[in-house]
């Protein structure tokens, strides 16, 4: 009988190194954002010293552009919130369009954001990190228009919720943003199982392109972003591999 050779075979990785090696900006990026998170908690004045103030122009404090995308004034809820949507909406764009173009469409969105508000209301203090999340998410529509393909439903839900939340919020308040919101995740999770694929990703497109000119009309920063996200993405250049 001849020699059998057995052809070693690597062990699998763990699910946690797959993970990470898939999305490692995506995954940075939030992590980053909780430790500032955890360091605004323990003490406040983190937020004083990152966020988005008067002293941009006055005093020449041009990196706090970058220092608003790391910290939530608002909060617990505002953390959540934008978290959430980081890793939901990140890992499909970075997955879609690769490293680069994804840091170029957040670090873009979020600055656009910040630049907006300067020139609308330089004497406003605010974060911008749902500037951010808000461009991924006009990166994420338009991937969807392109390929025909929904992202996994709950980011689909997470963007669905994002354009009608704040945008409603922005012209009419909490109560009725709460409404909006809620009434647009059940519509979507609704249309996802009767399998209304085709008129869920032109909807979803509609939807975004609409809160994004509206937000951007009425002076909210999330409408620059998603507008930046939408058309950074939208270039022929921009395209994500096949």
Partial sequence: MGAVTVTPVDPPRPALARVLRAYPLTLGVALLGTLVFAAQVAQPAVVGALQRSPDIVHGGQWWRLIGALLVQPSGWGQFAYNTLGLLLVGAAVERAYGRLRWLLVFLASG???????LVLRPADSGGGSSDAVAGLIGALVVLAWRTRRLPPLPTLLYAAHFAVYLSVLAAWGVLAATVAG???LAA?????RAGLRRPLTAGLAALVLTAAVAMAVIGDAHGAGLLTGLALTALPLVRPPA
């Fill in 111 to 117: 600055l656009a954001g910040g630049v907006f508000m």
């Fill in 188 to 192: 979507a999770a609704a249309a996802h």
């Fill in 182 to 184: 809620t009434l647009a």
